[in-house]
């Protein structure tokens, strides 16, 4: 009995000794990931438009000759000032592609979120008050908000098709079948998810009431659409007012989103005008008559609510209108 108790201490003292030795690889390892996210590229920072990002070519695109584009996206190696990106659903991605080319610093997140890493970067993507959306309690250095703002329907088609995705574990979203939006449709979800865009909004209105100017209204049918580049450069401006972030060179800033919005927008011929994307409303996504009232409903009593901010008012009126044009070919009485 003794002689396998004596037998068995090496190998205890072989499994400490193993435990231990991958606990510092382990820390060694992170030591150094964080190391790579915050190091500057030294003298490569900005690239111009023959040059190559993400492993995908610019020179195949016309852009101008001084179009200086970031290699790549890092934490930044001094504190900043973040700002939060606000988003229902759909269209966060955009921002955060142009916000990150515009300045060179990378935006972070809840899936990789952590307090020193979140006050190296330009924006921190949220979907608060959403469920599942983490709350940032201490954020008295964030410099504000870009919330952007997308017509409640597309909102809720995007959320239906990520929800679809999730559902049947495909990787990307993808255009769910017509049936399975109507089986989304009658059921409580679009209810739902109309009163949670309205939650949305209620809650990013009232955060900036009383200092209006930290917050930055953009619509995700404006920075897509053909006069995304003045939008752009809003985006920039106020960036560049956040303590530890410069924007990049002005004449710059319309290739940055012709490169990162219009060429995914409109790949066929880059006229806006002409839009060719994948469109969220389709002839195989109606809505009932109900619906339509509830969602102008929401948007009206929106409008009342916040009627003296002229910016938001005027996109709220503009989502009103929009139901009109909601043809008679996607409405359907049940």
Request: net charge neutral; proline share 4%.
């Amino acid at each position: 009995m003794m002689t396998n108790q004596a037998a068995a201490k090496p190998m205890t003292s072989k499994r400490v000794v193993f435990q231990v030795a991958a606990a510092l690889a382990l820390s060694a390892y992170c030591l150094l990931h964080y190391a790579w996210l915050t190091e500057s590229p030294p003298e490569q920072k900005w690239t111009d438009s023959a040059s190559l990002i993400r492993g995908r070519s610019l020179s195949a695109v016309d852009l101008p000759p001084r179009c200086f584009i970031p290699r790549e996206y890092r934490l930044s190696k001094q504190p900043t000032s973040p700002a939060y990106l606000a988003s229902f659903h759909g269209g966060g991605k955009v921002i955060s592609n142009l916000a990150q080319a515009l300045t060179g610093i990378a935006t972070t997140n809840q899936v990789n979120y952590a307090k020193h890493r979140t006050d190296h970067s330009v924006l921190f993507e949220t979907h608060y008050p959403l469920h599942g959306a983490i709350k940032i309690q201490d954020d008295d250095n964030f410099r504000g908000t870009i919330l952007l703002l997308r017509n409640p329907i597309d909102s809720i088609l995007s959320s239906f098709n990520a929800f679809y995705a999730r559902q049947y574990h495909y990787l990307i979203d993808i255009r769910a079948p017509a049936e399975d939006w109507i089986r989304y449709r009658d059921s409580a979800q679009f209810a739902d998810q109309l009163k949670a865009y309205e939650r949305f909004v209620l809650h990013w209105m009232n955060k900036y009431k009383k200092n209006r100017e930290d917050l930055l209204l953009i619509t995700y049918e404006g920075i897509t659409g053909g006069r995304g580049a003045i939008f752009t450069k809003q985006i920039a401006s106020y960036l560049d007012k956040s303590e530890g972030i410069n924007v990049i060179d002005p004449d710059s800033i319309p290739c940055i989103w012709e490169k990162f919005v219009r060429d995914q927008w409109y790949p066929n011929n880059g006229h806006a005008s002409t839009a060719t994307s994948f469109q969220e409303r389709a002839e195989d996504r109606p809505l009932t008559q109900d619906q339509l009232f509830a969602v102008s409903r929401m948007l009206q009593s929106l409008d009342e609510r916040f009627g003296r901010d002229k910016q938001f008012s005027t996109i709220m009126n503009s989502y009103m209108n929009s139901l009109s044009d909601y043809s008679d070919s996607m409405i359907r009485m049940y």
